[in-house]
């Protein structure tokens, strides 16, 4: 086989109803030399044996591990750790790719030079009838922010990129994720929140590189459980570690400032924190934070 480049990490919980659509988009993909690392996040249906099916046709290289439950944010990042390709993708167990997706992005981040400043490539999603999800960047792309680009240019959507290996296993090496462990959804910005804020760039692209389909029936979906003990937790934390990551440069975005105070405090409630252990938890904004608490309390008790 070919040297592999691009390294696919397919974090899966019980999804072999919706895997072979993504295994059939890898074998479509003009780009050849990568290998998909699925990482089975405890899954109790047929995942196993529909993955020993697709490693039995010998298309490209599959690594399947088999894990205890521990939800999608533990399993990427171990997932990641095996990693030893210069690049890797998450890959969402329940997603397709447009056949040029990987050489698009392979061609874009091999552009970089300055790879140890940069940690991303990030591309475009659409919808299974072509339609792109969100916006798509300005000035025919750029590079930056994951902040500018929400907050700045605000552009909306779910992105899908590539990653630089060197670069994101160096920044996981010192995130102690331990504490997230057993606490169900954690939103995936709990860390990215960290390099974004810090100066690591991305490239910004108008490529499609993702074909998004809708499941608004999933009983799992962050979206129909938003209010449920399973997910608030990670609701908390990710409103916590926006917060925190960004600090003063919020103050220039009064509106995402407040939003998200608001979200961390009615989340926090949610958990049953109290008022000291919401404002210990805050590095910046404590009196603001303590101005606005009572706006929060309300909207609390009104859901």
Known sequence: MSEIKISIVTPSYNRAHTLSRVYESLKN???????????????TDNTSELVKSFQAENVFEIDYFWNE???????VFEGIKKVTSNYFMIVDSDDSYPNNALQNLFDEVEKITNQDEFISVMGLSQYTDGKIVGHQYPNNGFDGSIFDMRYKYKVRGDKF???????????????????????????????FNT???NGLKTRFVNKVVRNYHLDDDDANSVSNTRF?????????????????????KLFDYPKALIRNLVGYHTYSLINNRSFSEINNGLTNFKLLSTLIYPLSYLYYKLK
């Open 161 to 191: 990129g590539i990653f630089i290996t060197k670069t994101y296993q160096q920044l996981l090496k010192n995130f102690d994720y331990s504490p997230y462990k057993n606490k169900g959804y954690i939103p995936q910005a709990v860390f």
């Open 228 to 248: 449920t003990g399973k997910n608030t937790f990670g609701l908390m934390e990710g409103y916590r570690s926006f917060l925190n990551s960004y600090g003063s």
């Open 29 to 43: 993909q003009t780009f050849k030399d990568f290998k998909w690392i699925i990482m089975d996040d405890g899954s």
């Open 69 to 75: 439950n521990q939800h999608k944010f533990i399993t």
């Open 195 to 197: 390099y974004d804020a």
